[in-house]
């Protein structure tokens, strides 16, 4: 759940959009560009990331799935706008910087706080749940799958084991420490793909090759059921499948961004068609309107007044990646019992301190020494200013 912010290095030079309106309707005959400097993209993909929170709870807390839409709870919908917004930011990203620099800033922005959630995963939570099971932490290291074997088999974001110690025991949701994580492999993935895609002049000089990209991935999701026995039912080409439409419908908009001015009656035609394509289409309408998904976010990242506190400091993806462990250990206090809304207020107040320390401590400083500077720099009309890794 990445789910929206610059830091990518990129040439230093001014902005010439005008001062964004506070209006929420943000309409102007001409539309308006996503202004670099003043958005609200990191207010949205903290709802993102918020609403993964929300459609966790009912698993983890055993009260049900949630709401669901063609087959995808509340979470599974914000993991998709995360990837068309990453795939937006990214492609610029992309665009703006060598192929080698693009990649060390990739690594830097999701591996860091990644490793250090799985440490923290293996030396505080599981701890918590072990002891919660056995009253000590006798065996704790040499049990099932150890801490040292959890952190290490997880360290190429490709999550292999879910639980440490066979913990977490004795709640609704067990074995599973973090269900959210398995997603950034698959972001990984397609920041790749991207960046050998923009390895292609021709990509780089026309929207085409992107577009048929895009449309590609869209019919290899739609005729999954008939691929999958060719890749003997791989779980990764399925799951890729899946999420990467998203990702190019969001890079698609970024290349065709001069053309498509963000204004209300785009983003409200927008909403008709992804909701009428969505019910239409049996699984695979979401894919398919990709981009006007993406236009949606982006609208809404234009006009949204959003807090300068929220506009310099993202911790989208601290709460992403940490909410999961929170509401398990929230389980064991037994604080479900209260009541879902209880629940999920709390274990948004907890996550909230440390993501807030995983930016502060982890991903900033980091991402601070990839540029090789300690300020963020101003932002061009590529990418939206501090610029972060989307996360579903």
Known sequence: MTSATAQEGAEVRPVSQPPRSHSWLGWRPAGRPLD?????????????????LVAHAYYIAGVGVGPQIDGENLGGWAVFGFFTISGYLITGSRLDNPVGTYFVHRVARIFPAFLVCLIVTALVFAPIGYWSVH??????????????????????????????????????????????????????????????????????????????????????????????????????????????????????????????????PGA????AVVAFTVWALDGWGAQLTAPLIAYVL???????????????????????????????????????????????????????????????LVERPVMRRARGRRETPVATDRVPPREAAAVA
């Open 36 to 52: 670099p400097r003043n958005n609200a993209l990191n207010l949205v993909r903290l709802a993102l990331a918020s609403l993964v």
């Open 135 to 264: 009253g000590s932490l006798e065996g704790y290291l040499t049990t099932g799958t150890t801490p040292a074997a959890y952190v290490f088999g997880n360290a190429g974001l490709r999550v292999n084991a879910y639980d440490v110690a066979a913990t977490p025991a004795g709640v609704p949701y067990p074995g599973a420490w973090n269900g959210s994580l398995w997603t950034l492999y698959y972001e990984f993935l397609s920041y790749v793909i991207i960046g050998a895609l923009a390895v292609l002049g021709w990509f780089r000089r026309s929207p085409w090759p992107l577009a048929g990209a895009f449309a590609l991935s869209v019919a290899v999701h739609a005729l999954m059921d008939r691929l999958l026995p060719y890749v003997g039912g791989n779980v990764d080409f399925q799951l890729l499948g899946k999420l990467l439409p998203l990702f190019l419908g969001g890079a698609l908009v970024h290349v065709l961004r001069d053309r498509l001015p963000l204004h209300l």
């Open 268 to 271: 409200l035609a927008s909403t």
């Open 298 to 360: 982006l609208w809404i990242g234009a006009t949204l007044p959003s807090p300068r506190l929220v506009q310099r400091h993202d911790i989208s993806y601290g709460v992403y990646i940490y909410a999961f462990p929170v509401q398990q250990l929230l389980v064991l206090a037994g604080v479900h019992e209260l009541g879902l809304a209880v629940y999920d207020v709390a274990a948004f107040a907890v996550t909230a301190v440390l993501a807030t320390a995983s930016w502060l």
